[in-house]
């Protein structure tokens, strides 16, 4: 299967810059999996596709302040660093730019000194290892310093850094949003629960891999990265009370979506509480065994995302879907449009 099997023409004015100023008066797409029928909504109305007894997942991470702009100790280049994993104590994975700047021994000093960072390892395009120093709590001081990691192509300034975090964002470690969850607000939320739609939450902490294009022309020769994900009992006994009540479990993000296709894939179909990594590479072809429907953005074209979403509506169905989307003008992308897949 080739990656030009995923691509499609978008106007790069298509691309949302900002976020709406009301989470759920952005458009949604339906789309029916089976007969590949389409209806144009307002989010705030994706309650008219819910019913009592389904299940909505929701991914409860938390993005962090993960950019940091500092200035190496001993000659004062501006150095800008991207938290991408934490590994033991203090030592994190990251990237850094311009990264022929930053050999082993650099340090690298933010804010007024208040954090530094010693490089103590090299990895491919521009990663290192950097040993962090600072006084107080590293979460704290990162909150104080570091600037919210938005995705490459937007542009614009962000000013409210929460517009770019989900209302039920709880557990730190991503390096960006579970963006489809971004359109609920805590009142839609309640909404749902009144109207008897179970709400449980997992979590997936998201790499930047999400945004590493499909370099290879073949999709099975590519190289799926790597995140740490956790279920609760909570969620895996809820989970499997859904499925054995016939409900549909509907996740929002091709986040929670890997995170239950991969717990579903080790306990042959059940829901089991744990946690681990995982790089689940889902394209048409995989054979679902976790969830019915999915809520979900706009992806890049040639991405994994929008492989993922064709595995379970199928490709036809999917770049004819896009295809309306540009023709209607949807906004795509982190802060654009949603569609669901029912």
């Given at each position: 299967?080739?990656?030009?099997?995923?691509?499609?023409?978008?106007?790069?004015?298509?691309?949302?810059?900002?976020?709406?100023?009301?989470?759920?008066?952005?458009?949604?797409?339906?789309?029916?999996?089976?007969?590949?029928?389409?209806?144009?909504?307002?989010?705030?109305?994706?309650?008219?596709?819910?019913?009592a007894g389904d299940c909505l997942v929701l991914n409860d991470t938390r993005?962090?302040?993960?950019?940091?702009?500092?200035?190496?100790?001993d000659t004062n280049a501006q150095i800008e660093v991207l938290l991408l994993k934490q590994?033991?104590?203090?030592?994190?994975?990251?990237?850094?730019?311009?990264?022929?700047?930053?050999?082993?021994?650099?340090?690298?000093?933010?804010?007024?000194?208040?954090?530094?960072?010693?490089?103590?390892?090299?990895g491919e395009h521009g990663g290192r290892i950097l040993t962090f120093s600072y006084e107080g709590i590293f979460y704290e001081v990162l909150e104080e310093l570091g600037k919210m990691p938005l995705p490459p192509y937007i542009k614009e300034q962000l000013e409210d850094q929460e517009r770019y975090q989900t209302v039920f964002a709880k557990e730190r470690g991503s390096a960006a949003a579970p963006t489809a969850g971004l359109h609920f607000t805590k009142a839609l939320l309640d909404e749902l629960e009144q109207k008897g739609v179970m709400i449980a939450f997992i979590t997936l902490h998201v790499g930047l891999g999400t945004f590493r294009?499909?370099?290879?022309?073949?999709?099975?020769?590519?190289?799926?990265?790597?995140?740490?994900?956790?279920?609760?009992?909570?969620?895996?006994?809820?989970?499997?009370?859904?499925?054995?009540?016939?409900?549909?479990?509907?996740?929002?993000?091709?986040?929670?979506?890997?995170?239950?296709?991969?717990?579903?894939?080790?306990?042959?179909?059940?829901?089991?509480?744990?946690?681990?990594?995982?790089?689940i590479f889902i394209y048409p072809g995989y054979s679902f065994k976790a969830i019915d429907g999915m809520l979900t953005n706009f992806h890049l074209p040639k991405s994994t995302l929008i492989m993922l979403i064709s595995a379970l509506a199928g490709r036809e169905n999917v770049l004819r879907a896009y295809e309306e989307a540009v023709k209607e003008r949807y906004r795509f992308f982190s802060f654009g449009d949603a569609m669901l897949i029912k």
């Open positions: 299967m080739k990656v030009n099997m995923f691509d499609f023409e978008l106007p790069e004015e298509l691309i949302a810059q900002v976020p709406l100023e009301s989470r759920t008066e952005s458009r949604l797409m339906v789309l029916d999996k089976q007969t590949g029928s389409i209806r144009h909504e307002i989010f705030k109305n994706i309650q008219d596709y819910l019913q993005v962090l302040p993960a950019r940091l702009l500092g200035a190496k100790v590994l033991e104590g203090d030592n994190w994975e990251t990237l850094v730019k311009p990264a022929k700047r930053v050999k082993i021994g650099t340090v690298i000093a933010f804010g007024n000194g208040q954090l530094t960072a010693t490089c103590t390892g090299l294009p499909v370099s290879v022309e073949d999709i099975n020769e590519h190289d799926m990265h790597s995140e740490f994900y956790r279920v609760s009992e909570e969620t895996a006994e809820v989970l499997n009370e859904i499925r054995q009540s016939g409900g549909r479990i509907i996740t929002v993000g091709t986040t929670s979506t890997r995170t239950l296709e991969t717990i579903a894939a080790a306990n042959n179909g059940e829901f089991k509480a744990g946690d681990g990594w995982t790089d």
